[in-house]
């Protein structure tokens, strides 16, 4: 089954400051990558995903690049703020349109250092 | 409104006892999935049904059963509650190739 590596565990940065989440999965069949927050106490929020035939998506502050061959991708936060700090998990999937469940990696808790 | 509702958010009980976990989703959603997270806050599939029909169960001890009634609806019953069944249960929700929606969670601690 797939594997999703995910680092650092814990990360720290001055407001303002870039933040740079990396993960690796093992399954090449896996075609989708979502990117969850989690506040706590809450569920967790979606905050962007790419898919396999795209190797770079940007949202405003949060992009997300791919690299299929190497199989890794990560998560980029620009211009950090003090509502940035949460969990965030990587996942990977293969999206058949059926009920794939997410393989999750084992989430980056960031802090926001004001 | 909640997208992805859970009742009860915070489940406290003896080990032996069975309890219950209820979920509905008000998105028109064909998919559910239950999710573990457990103290280090790792995040594990346990069952997804699509139209009512169960298609993922990832080697869930069969005190779990999950019960879908609708495709708006997926409980997860648990029996025989045991000390390592203490753990956060998230109810997710989708459809076709669009992402999963999460609940809120459920608590659940056991004495």
């Known amino acids: 089954g797939e594997n999703v590596e995910q680092h650092p565990s814990t990360l720290s940065v001055q407001e303002g400051d870039s933040a740079v989440i990396k993960c690796t999965y093992s399954?090449?069949?896996?075609?989708?990558f979502p990117w969850y927050k989690q506040e706590l106490g809450k569920g967790p929020q979606l905050i962007i995903d790419?898919?396999?035939?795209?190797g770079e998506k940007k949202d405003q502050r949060i992009a997300v690049t791919l690299n299929k061959t190497a199989k890794h991708f990560s998560l980029h936060i620009t211009e950090t703020q003090p509502e940035d700090s949460a969990v965030y998990f990587c996942a990977a999937s293969f999206a058949g349109g059926g009920a794939d469940g997410l393989t999750f990696g084992k989430g980056t808790h960031l802090i926001i250092q004001p | 409104d909640t997208a992805v509702s859970q009742t009860p958010k915070y489940l406290v009980t003896q080990m032996g006892n069975d309890k219950s976990i209820k979920c509905e989703q008000n998105l028109g959603h064909d998919t559910m999935y239950w999710y573990k997270q457990d103290s280090k806050k790792f995040l594990k599939i346990m069952f997804s049904y699509n139209n009512k029909e169960l298609i993922i169960n990832e080697t869930v001890p069969n005190r779990f059963s999950p019960k879908s009634p609708d495709k708006a609806h997926l409980n997860l019953h648990i029996n025989s509650l045991e000390l390592g069944d203490s753990a956060v249960y998230f109810c997710?929700?989708?459809?076709?190739?669009?992402?999963?929606?999460f609940g809120d969670g459920t608590r659940l601690s056991i004495l």
């Open positions: 399954d090449s069949a896996s075609n989708y």
């Open positions: 997710a929700s989708s459809q076709g190739f669009q992402p999963q929606h």
């Open positions: 790419i898919r396999s035939n795209v």
